[in-house]
């Protein structure tokens, strides 16, 4: 193991009071401590030794790095295996770089979808003593999209609208937590596929600085961010060819400001209504549990010279199916996909043990109906999708086999057919970062973090 004995390791930043960046640490090398890396991480991991720390970044040898594509940086990044994971290391100044891991964890800890942090880390000279930049390193989202990639295969525009979605429900949820983005990009967010939708996840976090509360001049402007960036993406994407003539860039990029209005509102606007519609207050929170939020609670006010009630919920949580479903089943999955499981277990009880109780008739829906599935997947096709999003294929798939063949078809008919028809076809998403060629998914000219 290289290094082993130069390098320092230290714990994670523990400042939990403050609100954004860490304090500016300035340290300087001397003789004797020439070569030491210093390294700031949440766990001890020895394998980070064994790459180059001591060679440029964009020196690095072909040996140590992973076969991803790069486009067009505002830094020097590269993707390198650490043990069965990918990493992606990105060359930036101390303060930067320790800032940036220090807001992903904060994310981390507030469970907002962001790539996981591993290190910062500095120290680092070449064997002449020439001090290199530090790096930040993280770890590459398996399964997760860069949107080129998505549209690099035939677009649809319904397909766009639901990428827009994602975003906004990204920002969203950030922004109900008191994070200001400051770069809200397409090319700053991985998508991973959800159930028919897609779940963004933040990648960058350079520019961005956590708040008790935001105001709505800060949310404006940051939606601001997002529609001027997305336009200027479609257009690039538009030039490329890689969308359709009849998308309009400038049009389409106003579909995160709708919808990130709309779902903002429900989530946080009062609602006034009759004292006979009391109703009202359980509709809302279906609403917003259906949208996949929770509420943790909810303020009504009467007034005595009114027959009216305001409503006002505190919503806290996003991932109310994911919760509900990694609660009965230990299944752990995106918000959609738990939704469309959730639904399909409830049949199933409904149909097999209408009596059950229900984390009993949850874990006989596991061993029947989910593993059963998963299990018929050939290990050659292991790496095509997640497989909770196979099991949500292969429930639709039959669902439209027993629709156009007007009878029931079989489980096992369904997931076999799946598997011919569909999933043989489909790329490896687990491995599209690792092996997909720049030009053919079009990732030529993107910028930043793990899409370059």
């Known amino acids: 193991m290289t290094e082993a004995s ?34 700031t991480a949440a766990a001890t991991d020895p ?40 990493i992606a290391v990105k060359e930036t100044s101390e303060h930067v ?27 680092r000279t070449t064997p002449e003593g020439e001090d290199l930049d530090p790096v930040l390193v993280t770890r590459h989202l398996k399964f997760s999209l ?44 991985l998508f991973r596929r959800d159930a028919g939708s897609f779940a963004a996840y933040l990648v960058d976090a350079e520019t961005g600085e956590l708040y008790p509360e935001l105001s709505s001049g800060q949310r404006e402007y940051d939606l601001e961010i997002a529609r001027v960036n997305i336009a200027g993406e479609l257009m690039d994407l538009a030039e490329g060819g890689l969308i359709e003539e009849k998308v309009d860039p400038l049009a389409t990029s106003e579909l995160i400001m709708d919808s990130y209005r709309r ?3 429900e989530l946080t606007e009062q609602e006034s209504f009759e004292l006979g519609e009391r109703w009202r207050v359980g509709a809302r929170i279906r609403r917003l549990n259906e949208l996949g939020f929770d509420v943790e609670e909810y303020a009504i ?20 199916h994911s919760r509900r479903l990694l609660r009965l089943t230990g299944l752990d999955a995106q918000e959609n996909q738990a939704r469309r499981l959730l639904n399909n277990m409830d049949a199933y009880r409904a149909d097999n043990n209408p009596n059950l109780d229900e984390e009993l008739s949850a874990h006989l829906w596991v061993s029947e109906v989910f593993e059963p599935i998963v299990k018929a997947v050939p290990r050659e096709l292991g790496g095509k999708l997640e497989p909770a999003e196979v099991v949500h294929e292969v429930l639709e798939h039959r669902w439209y086999m027993s629709e156009r063949e007007d009878r029931n078809v079989p489980m096992a008919e369904a997931v076999q057919s799946y598997l011919d028809s ?27 973090f793990e899409n370059s």
């Not at 954004?20 to 390294?39: C, D, E, F, M, Y």
């Not at 770089?97 to 880390?121: G, N, S």
């Not at 035939?154 to 979605?165: A, G, H, Q, V």
């Open 47 to 86: 394998e980070l030794l064994d790459l180059p720390w001591h060679v440029a970044l964009e020196e690095w040898p072909t040996q140590s790095l992973a076969a991803l594509p790069r486009g067009i940086s505002r830094h020097v990044v590269r993707f390198a295996h650490l043990g069965g994971s990918i």
């Open 97 to 123: 770089a320790r800032h940036e891991y220090h807001m992903l964890r904060k994310l981390q800890r507030l469970d907002v979808p962001c790539v996981e942090p591993v290190a910062v880390i500095s120290g």
């Open 301 to 320: 006010r009467t007034a005595a010279d009114s027959s009216q009630i305001q409503l006002q919920p505190k919503v806290v949580d996003a991932g109310h």
């Open 422 to 448: 569909e999933l043989r076809h489909r790329r490896d998403e687990a491995e599209i970062m690792l092996t997909a060629d720049s030009k053919a998914i079009g990732l030529d000219g993107d910028s930043d």
């Open 146 to 189: 860069p949107y080129r990639a998505l549209f690099s295969q035939t677009l649809r525009r319904d397909t766009l609208t639901r990428l827009i979605d994602a975003q906004a429900l990204l920002l969203v949820r950030l922004h109900l937590i008191g994070f200001y983005w400051g770069d809200v990009s397409l090319s700053n967010t």
């Open 263 to 265: 779902l903002w509102t």
């Open 6 to 39: 130069n390098a320092n390791w230290h714990n994670e930043p523990t400042d939990y009071d403050q609100a954004g960046k860490l304090p500016r640490v300035r340290t300087a090398a001397s003789p004797s401590t020439l070569g030491s890396l210093n390294i």
